[in-house]
């Protein structure tokens, strides 16, 4: 077992400010979480779902940058499934779906959603007291 050599007392309390990296926020939650993934570098298993979300994030990114660039892109599937490979490569407790299981289901989400009718606009009405402009778009990918 790893001893964490750090107390709380041996560093500067972080300033008080709106934002804070997560590091930096890990340690105030638990300066033992902080230590053992950042001094310790002990390796922390992804969620099953992280590797799903990694793949899906990648197929999208994949065949936007591929329109940007003017180029047909592959169809969401195919980068799906290259980026499965590299997201699977990450330490995961998969439990008794196994990869393949979650592979799976990162497919059907994709075929679900080209089943999708497309979205229609809609109209929202509020209240207010003075002039006030707001524009906004739902999207789902």
């Not at 930096?24 to 979480?33: D, F, N, Q, V």
């Not at 999208?60 to 980026?83: C, K, V, Y």
Request: charge should be neutral; glycine fraction near 8%.
């Amino acid at each position: 077992m790893i001893e964490n050599p750090i107390s709380p007392e041996m560093l500067p309390a972080p300033p008080s400010i709106s934002h804070l990296s997560y590091s930096i926020t890990l340690y105030r939650e638990c300066a033992a979480k902080f230590f053992y993934r950042y001094i310790a570098k002990l390796s922390v298993p992804t969620k099953p779902v992280l590797a799903v979300g990694i793949a899906t994030h990648e197929a999208i990114e994949g065949q936007l940058a591929a329109r940007a660039r003017g180029e047909t892109p592959a169809s969401l599937l195919d980068l799906f499934e290259e980026a499965w490979g590299r997201a699977i490569a990450q330490e995961a407790d998969w439990g008794s779906d196994g990869p393949d299981g979650y592979r799976v289901k990162g497919l059907l989400g994709f075929r679900q959603g080209q089943k999708q009718p497309p979205l229609t606009p809609i109209g929202l009405s509020l209240p207010v007291n003075q002039p006030v402009s707001i524009v906004s778009r739902v999207s789902r990918v």
